[in-house]
């Protein structure tokens, strides 16, 4: 039986070998928030008749639900997988993380003073087979003045009461996108098709707990074990709140029978999650 991987962050212990993030390949491929010339038409169609900034993108987020035939896009939320802007334009359909990205993209066009941001109080752990994710929330947050934001939640459950939210800069939210594309490719095509997508998180936030996590978990499927090590350590340098790479690192040296060292991260696992 294949033990449960989980994906998120860690504790503080020393580091050894200090992983580096991987080299810039020639080929990046297309920027996750850039998007078509149509997608900028409808932008300026969408808020063309309001005549502030609050009230352009408040007419903008419904008019991406709308139906078509009411001048909308008709986008339906679907988590099945991570979408580029370009993908959402596409396809018409995007889970939370998409859905931000492609309201972002869409208040950068027009102007607005848009930053991505996380809220810590909501997250929801899930198992797909042998893999665990704890899914994070990310929402677009617009600053009215010193006291108030606006917040674009694109979540498909209605969350009561005020939510708490935590500014992220573009880099993390980029790496957390990146990270959710390398773990849907990992489930659906394996390590070898998942590994760009990791590295590609790396390069955009090399100091992304997430982001190594995942990395690790990748190394580790693809037999690279010291790798996988070095970018374990990594996250729990990064990140000391969460317990999660200690789960996987504890996983790692059973695996090669180093029971010490894994007796020792469980411990530390078990007092994070308690905390």
């Known amino acids: 039986m294949r033990r449960s991987r989980l994906f998120a962050s860690a504790f503080m212990v020393p580091v050894l070998a200090m992983a580096q993030a991987p080299p810039v390949p020639e080929d990046q491929g297309a920027d996750i928030l850039s998007a078509p010339k149509e997608f900028h038409d409808f932008v300026v169609k969408a808020t063309l008749p309001y005549n502030t900034w609050q009230s352009k993108t408040d007419g903008l987020a419904r008019r991406i639900f709308a139906k078509p035939e009411d001048g909308g896009l008709g986008i339906v939320y679907a988590n099945d997988k991570t979408r580029t802007v370009a993908e959402v334009w596409r396809d018409r359909k995007a889970n939370c993380i998409s859905l931000t990205a492609f309201y972002a993209a869409a208040c950068k066009f027009l102007g607005v003073p848009v930053r991505f941001a996380e809220a810590p109080s909501i997250s929801l752990w899930v198992r797909h087979g042998d893999l665990i994710y704890n899914e994070l929330h990310v929402v677009a947050a617009i600053p009215i003045n010193m006291l108030n934001t606006v917040v674009a939640d694109f979540s498909p ?36 098709a998942a590994i760009p997508e990791a590295e590609a998180a790396l390069r955009d936030d090399p100091q ?26 990594r996250a729990i340098q990064i990140d000391p709140k969460g317990g999660i790479a200690c789960g996987n690192l504890e996983g790692l040296y059973r695996s090669v029978g180093r029971t010490e060292d894994a007796d020792r991260y469980r411990a530390l696992g078990l007092v994070l999650r308690d905390r």
């Not at 573009?170 to 490719?185: G, Q, T």
């Not at 997430?210 to 350590?233: K, S």
């Open 208 to 233: 992304s707990g997430i982001g190594w996590n995942t990395y690790g978990v990748i190394q580790q499927d693809m037999g690279h074990q010291a790798r996988a090590e070095e970018a374990f350590l």
């Open 157 to 192: 459950e209605t969350h009561l009461g005020a939510i708490h939210i935590r500014p992220i800069s573009e880099a993390r939210f980029r790496a957390m996108f990146h990270s959710n594309r390398a773990v849907e490719l990992l489930q659906s095509d394996g390590p070898e």
